[in-house]
């Protein structure tokens, strides 16, 4: 019915546009095309005959009289079915019963206005609210470049970065490189949302290409860098890196590309060397503590407790050596001994650790220094387990008084919160600290023995 609807209204594009009357030819006295007419058509193409379809036709000849005789050789039922027949007119009801399509009553037009979602007339203010409520609505209707830039400007007044994205994925579709980053460029808070889309969704080349054109040197060598991290083969993440080394970097930077570069090269050949001794069963630490993972690819902090793990008593010429890494890559005192006491108090190791803070002044005289602090000391040796001997020799040289009291309390170094309440001269806290120790025990008769003095 909707194709013989629109045959209907195409007629106009057949006959000559001069025949004024056109628009009022009709068999049953109703205008052509009127919803009126299309009911009447619909209801009598079951029961109407070809002599009743006839008189219809000598009952509306004062209007069929307005068409010429020999106008062309369309018929109605050729247009409604799409081919060119002889000049002998068929009814609308046979060319519908043709087809053997079941009859319905024509759908009436809805009013304009529930058709207003799916307007292609919405402003570019208009559309960003739309899209700020969620509704679909097309894009492609703003060809010109003003239309585009208007709707962009709306897109970011609206303050939604969905929808400053959703309009720059359009603009980045419909749009030349060129034109598109030199209208970003005066429009810091659009460009800043596409470079992060660009980041988000991996487009590499189309990031360096606005960076470049923006002339952001360092950012486009270190969007650049970033690609290391996608590169598995460590050989030639390697070959990437040393090439990266060129690259328009900050002094700092800089600096840190290149020990990225030699931290991987000095972990390949410590690796290498590693996996040959475990394998070969020729070193007693791997026997005892086989390696749990691969030193390749691990950071510096990481790499360097792996040395002072493994490689903690090697000559600092040997790339493994600790004291080696601390000197090749600067690494601080303070970075430095935190990782060593960490893994030196791992194995158990208490000379080691002694000898960490143990150091001599020009006199030759030794005194025991941490740059990190005693308390520090005790809570990371308290964490691997140390004997209670060890723990008090390192809670005695806290100095701070309260801190020391608190950490012997803590840790049960019982000797020492007895030497601090003696030195204090505290009776009172000595007496209430009796109370705490063992009945017999070698710390009650100490205690006694101070307060019998």
């Known amino acids: 019915l909707k194709e013989s609807k629109r045959a209907v209204n195409s007629l106009r594009d057949i006959v ?37 379809r006839d008189s219809s036709l000598q009952k509306g000849s004062s209007s069929y009289a307005a068409l010429p005789k020999q106008v062309s050789s369309y018929s109605l039922s050729s247009l409604f079915k799409g081919r060119n027949k002889l000049p002998s007119f068929q009814s609308l009801s046979d060319a519908l019963s043709d087809t053997g399509v079941k009859n319905y009553a024509p759908e009436l037009r809805r009013p304009k206005a529930e058709y207003k979602d799916y307007s292609s007339d919405w402003s570019p203010k208009d559309t960003v609210r739309r899209m700020q409520r969620g509704k679909i609505c097309s ?5 010109s470049l003003q239309d585009k830039l208007m709707l962009l400007d709306e897109a970011v007044a609206g ?57 952001r040197t360092e950012e486009v060598a270190l969007s650049q860098y970033r690609e290391h991290l996608n ?47 475990e394998s070969a069963g020729q070193s007693e630490i791997f ?17 360097l407790f792996y040395s002072c793990f493994y490689h903690y008593a090697e000559a600092e010429g040997t790339f493994s050596s600790p004291t080696n890494l601390k000197k090749t890559f600067k690494i601080p005192d303070k970075q430095y001994v935190l990782t060593a006491l960490a893994a030196r108090a791992k194995l158990r190791a208490w000379d080691d650790v002694d000898a960490l803070f143990t150091t001599k002044n020009w006199l030759g005289y030794t ?34 008084v309260e801190t020391r009291l608190n950490l012997a309390t803590k840790y049960k170094c019982h000797d020492v919160v007895i030497e601090t309440y003696k030195d204090l001269k505290d009776r009172i806290q000595l007496t209430a600290y009796k109370c705490k120790v063992e009945r017999g025990s070698a710390e009650e008769e100490k205690i006694n023995s101070i307060l019998n003095n």
């Open 139 to 143: 894009l492609e209707r703003f060809r």
């Open 367 to 400: 005194k025991k220094k941490a740059p990190i602090g005693f308390h520090r000391v005790v809570e990371i040796l308290q964490r691997n387990n140390a004997p209670v001997q060890v723990l008090q020799e390192y809670v005695r040289l806290v100095e701070d």
């Open 16 to 52: 000559d546009d001069d025949d004024d009357d056109l628009e009022r030819v009709s068999w049953s006295g109703e205008p052509v095309g009127s919803i009126s007419w299309s009911i009447k058509e619909t209801a009598s193409s079951s029961t109407s005959s070809l002599e009743g």
């Open 287 to 303: 026997r005892k503590y086989p390696r749990k993972a691969s030193i390749l690819n691990m950071p510096l902090v990481t790499t």
């Open 231 to 277: 590169i598995q083969d460590v050989e030639k993440r390697r070959e990437f890196l040393k090439g990266c080394i060129g690259l328009p970097f900050s002094a700092e930077d800089t600096s840190h590309i290149q020990d990225h570069y030699t931290l991987l090269e000095r972990q390949i050949i410590i690796e290498a060397n590693d996996r040959h001794l």
């Open 159 to 215: 303050h939604d970065g969905n929808v400053i994205t959703a309009v720059l994925i359009f603009l980045k579709r419909t749009l030349r490189r060129e034109i598109l980053f030199r209208e970003l460029e005066v429009r810091q808070v659009a460009l800043c949302h596409l470079i992060h889309f660009l980041k988000e969704t991996g487009e590499q080349k189309l990031l360096l290409d606005l960076l470049r054109f923006l002339d």
